[in-house]
């Protein structure tokens, strides 16, 4: 397995704001992924943040509304830029070593007012 | 379009109860996941199954991946409070990484 911490754990950010949520893994990993998952939903792939690259986007999400970082194979950040209400949700960050698994760290509950 | 077709959606049982959680889809999966989730935390991932027919055991949960790798079963016997939580199932398409997640299963099981 893996530990996995995110931070910050939860945050209540105005509209038109933008937050940065970090994810720090304990030993290197080859996948890093960011999800979301609204209130009383499933979690949804927002994208696999590659290390030395651009992160690879799935259909629905775009770079200019979630920046993604990965400057090395312990640490991302995933970005929500310009806020709205809509964007209330958990993010959780996910690290797979092998294609059978994937470990999630303990989300990012975030509130837009 | 949901992938994966979790049954049912909510669950209420008490303590002791068997329950049986379906995870259905049209599509073939390299591979099944499943995962428990708690308020307030990330998903647990519970087991992998890779083969199809495959049958796995954990202590009073029982993992199942049909013959044609397109759907599974989690069987839980004498429930236990300790098992409340939401269920996932999630699936891997075409030998990738990426998952794609079921809507859950929630469970309640009562004293």
């Known amino acids: 397995s893996a530990v996995i911490s995110q931070k910050p754990s939860r945050d209540i950010c105005q509209r038109g704001t933008s937050l940065t949520i970090q994810c720090q893994v304990d030993s290197q990993v080859t996948m890093m992924f960011w999800y979301r998952q609204q209130p009383g939903q499933s979690l949804t792939l927002i994208a696999t943040?590659?290390?030395?690259?651009?992160?690879?986007?799935e259909s629905g999400f775009v770079i200019d509304k979630f920046p993604i970082s990965r400057p090395n194979l312990t640490f991302s950040t995933l970005t929500v830029s310009n806020m709205s209400p809509e964007d209330s949700s958990i993010y959780l960050c996910?690290?797979?070593?092998?294609?059978?698994?994937?470990?999630f760290g303990p989300g990012t509950r975030l509130t837009v007012l | 379009t949901q992938l994966l077709e979790q049954s049912p959606q909510f669950l209420s049982i008490q303590e002791g109860e068997n329950l049986t959680v379906y995870c259905n889809s049209s599509?073939?999966?390299?591979?099944l996941q499943w995962y428990r989730q708690e308020p307030g935390e990330g998903p647990v991932l519970l087991v992998t199954?890779?083969?199809?027919?495959e049958v796995k055991k954990l202590k009073r949960l029982t993992f199942q991946f049909g013959d044609a790798r397109k759907d599974s079963s989690l069987h839980i016997t004498a429930a236990q409070p300790g098992d409340t939580g939401l269920y996932l199932c999630?699936?891997?398409?075409?030998?990738?990484?990426?998952?794609?997640f079921g809507k859950g299963t929630s469970l309640l099981v009562t004293p």
């Open positions: 999630a699936g891997a398409v075409n030998s990738g990484y990426a998952l794609n």
């Open positions: 199954v890779v083969t199809g027919g």
């Open positions: 943040a590659n290390q030395g690259s651009e992160a690879t986007y």
């Open positions: 599509s073939v999966f390299s591979s």
């Open positions: 996910s690290v797979s070593r092998g294609k059978n698994e994937q470990f």
